[in-house]
């Protein structure tokens, strides 16, 4: 029986849109590159963090978290796309929630 043993997870990501996606760890100051069928992503260093292959992230229980941060600032990206094509307004109403008004 191994006495170090690394467990692993999926996390769904399902990047639709590459630029949406390359802002977004531009804005966590991390960095994003395809390869392939993969995307691999940067941490502010430019050392290596993990691989979105086929909208997975496979990654270790530690870096979940930078998954999700990503994920986060992915949707607020999208959010903001949506303003600019569709004259959208937010409200910030709490630190969870946000409400989105304008031409549905």
């Not at 531009?26 to 995307?39: C, E, H, N, T, Y």
């Not at 941490?43 to 870096?63: C, D, H, L, P, W």
């Amino acid at each position: 029986m191994p006495c170090f043993q690394v467990n692993r997870i999926e996390v769904q990501f399902q990047a639709k849109h590459f630029s949406s996606l390359e802002k977004a760890a531009k804005a966590l100051g991390w960095s994003v590159r395809k390869s392939g069928d993969s995307i691999n992503v940067y941490n502010e260093y430019g050392g290596f963090m993990y691989s979105i292959v086929n909208g997975k992230a496979r990654v270790t229980t530690n870096q979940q978290a930078d998954v999700h941060k990503l994920k986060r600032e992915y949707t607020k990206q999208g959010i903001k796309l949506g303003q600019q094509k569709f004259g959208w307004t937010t409200q910030v109403r709490g630190k969870k929630t946000a409400l989105v008004k304008g031409g549905f």
